[in-house]
T-cell receptor, first 111, second 115 residues
């Protein structure tokens, strides 16, 4: 599974869009990009995933560059409850095993 | 909504005790996982199971065993608890990946302290 690189921390004003970047320059053609988040003292929560097209759901949007070497998770209107550690993970399809969580990005949403 | 529940949020046990951590999912998922999370080390996979009575070792299986007698339930067993097993334990489940992507859904975690 390809390695990902994320900034250690970011701040965002409440009500504004939060854009969280992730680099995955060694991604392979069959590897998906997943985003999870973990709010303090809770289990990780699945947010969204994509292969090559941009994706949107009720929580967030995922923008994947054309060369697939980087992606951005967008929380369109951040709230204080979005304060969490956000993990970008790259994993091949058909893999029955583990998710490799890196250190992630700590997003602090401020009033 | 997928729901993954764990038997306890907080647990305190003594060294040498046998400890059972239970996980139940209600979405008929084939795959279930046990991770532990420690500061600076991230999440590490202990064991996973892709079917009833089937199990595979993860990265750190030593000191642990698992049981999957029913599809919805996956138990983690610490045969003789030690202080270095003090950690947050997280259970997750997912559909069998096949050829697609399969997100994992996590329980709330059990914070185990071994004294």
């Amino acid at each position: 599974d390809a390695k990902t690189t994320q900034p250690t921390s970011m701040d965002c004003a409440e009500g504004r869009a939060a854009n969280l970047p992730c680099n995955h320059s060694t991604i392979s053609g069959n590897e998906y990009v997943y985003w999870y988040r973990q709010i303090h003292s809770q289990g990780p929560q699945y947010i969204i995933h994509g292969l090559k097209n941009n994706e949107t759901n009720e929580m967030a949007s995922l923008i994947i560059t054309e060369d697939r070497k980087s992606s951005t998770l967008i929380l369109p209107h951040a709230t204080l409850r979005d304060t969490a550690v956000y993990y970008c993970i790259v994993r091949a399809s058909g893999n029955t095993g583990k998710l490799i969580f890196g250190q992630g990005t700590t997003l602090q949403v401020k009033p | 909504d997928v729901k993954v529940t764990q038997s306890s949020r907080y647990l305190v046990k003594r060294t040498g005790e046998k400890v059972f951590l239970e996980c139940v999912q209600d979405m008929d998922h084939e795959n279930m996982f046990w991770y532990r999370q420690d500061p600076g080390l991230g999440l590490r996979l202990i064991y996973f199971s892709y079917d009833v009575k089937m199990k595979e070792k993860g990265d750190i299986p030593e000191g642990y065993s698992v049981s999957r007698e029913k599809k919805e339930r996956f138990s983690l067993i610490l045969e003789s608890a030690s202080t270095n097993q003090t950690s947050m334990y997280l259970c997750a489940s997912s559909l069998y990946p096949g050829q697609g992507a399969r997100e994992q859904y996590f329980g709330p975690g059990t914070r185990l302290t071994v004294t």
